[in-house]
């Protein structure tokens, strides 16, 4: 009885200490842990998202890369730290897809975190080196086909998109290419800037100004629908891959274990950036939008995550494509 009472006691303080732990949050600096190079599309959403939560928050929320093995080596971090709100995490489709891309994970995709929001989707277009001899995709198709493992593809690394999509492309075609892994696509595009990679499959929020500017070649999108801001590139289906279709969805998380008022406060904050009209605008120019407002919750974002894990797990295992 008196173990019991202790035990209530205990429990009781501690309860009260992360109570006043959540009602003055934040006291300091938040860190955005981003699991890809600086400069890319990942990278892109979270300074957006993050400059704007700042402002709602009055604390300062600075963004953190931390790239390599396709986002996860970003989110084993992010599992690992402190669940007291000043570490977050924003990371993409590829928390459904690592689980079943790799053979071990040293976090949980669902239970190592707390979902606090969905953030946009974003389309990915298929694009090229400036002087690729492709003039359209019925081409890059026909190129490809013919030079097999002398194409050289950028993505970055086995769980990003860029290689969900490049793994999907491949299997579409039935054509193993030769892939060239980055820590994130920022700097993967700097080398197809530089005509160092063929070609890669890249989002719209990294590829739209390079394709405005005719720095790289754009053949489609991978969305059902073309994208308003680059309304000449073709939907793989009009392209010629029927059925073809890929949307990277974002989400934002926290550590397990994350107070529950705080989840709440950073959904809260989350909802504002996504109503930002300097957001708003931003992200339309970069072809995407913010989700709705009822999909910037912790409900929604769980069972999303949960979905696409079921969705991807069996379509990656008939591909055969494996990572230790
Ligand atoms: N989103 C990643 C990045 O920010 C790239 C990818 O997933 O392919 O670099």
């Known amino acids: 009885m008196k173990i019991k009472l202790l035990h209530s006691a205990v429990f009781l303080a501690l309860m009260g200490g992360a109570l006043a732990h959540a009602q003055n949050y934040p006291t300091k600096t938040i860190t955005m842990v ?13 300074r957006l998202v993050a400059q704007s939560m700042s402002t709602t928050l009055k604390q300062t929320v600075i963004v953190e890369n931390v790239g390599g093995a396709g986002g996860t080596i970003g989110a084993a971090r992010v599992a690992k730290s402190a669940p007291d709100g000043y570490t977050i995490f924003l990371h993409h489709i590829g928390q459904s897809t690592a689980p079943g891309l790799y053979r071990k994970l040293s976090y949980n995709a669902i239970d190592s975190f707390e979902p606090i929001g969905l953030v946009t989707d974003v389309p990915m ?33 086995v769980g990003s998109a860029s290689h969900l999509c490049g793994m999907l492309f491949m299997t579409a075609i039935a054509t193993d290419l030769t892939t060239v892994p980055y820590k994130g696509t920022g700097p993967a595009m700097n080398d197809l800037l530089g005509g160092q990679v063929d070609f890669m499959c890249d989002q719209t929020t990294n590829t739209t100004s ?72 931003r992200f339309a120019d970069l072809g995407t939008e913010p989700v709705a407002e ?22 990656i295992q008939k591909a055969g494509v494996y990572a230790d």
């Open 294 to 315: 009822a999909r910037a919750t912790p409900e929604a974002l769980r069972a999303h995550l949960k979905s696409e894990i079921e969705r991807w797990t069996p379509i």
């Open 34 to 46: 981003v699991p890809f190079a600086a400069g890319g599309p990942t990278d892109t959403v979270a």
């Open 210 to 281: 390079q394709i405005k500017g005719g720095k790289i070649k754009a053949y489609a999108v991978t969305t059902k629908t073309r994208v308003p801001t680059l309304p000449d590139l073709p939907t793989m289906n009009e392209a010629g891959l029927p059925g073809f279709e890929v949307a990277v969805w974002h989400g934002l998380y926290a550590p397990k274990g994350t107070p529950a008022p705080i989840v709440t406060q950073l959904s809260g904050a989350l909802k504002v950036a996504l109503k930002d009209p300097a957001v708003k605008q």
């Open 125 to 157: 277009t298929i694009v090229a080196r400036k002087d690729f001899p492709a003039k359209d995709f019925k081409e890059l198709l026909a190129y490809v086909k013919a030079n097999k493992a002398k194409v050289t593809y950028a993505n970055a690394g």
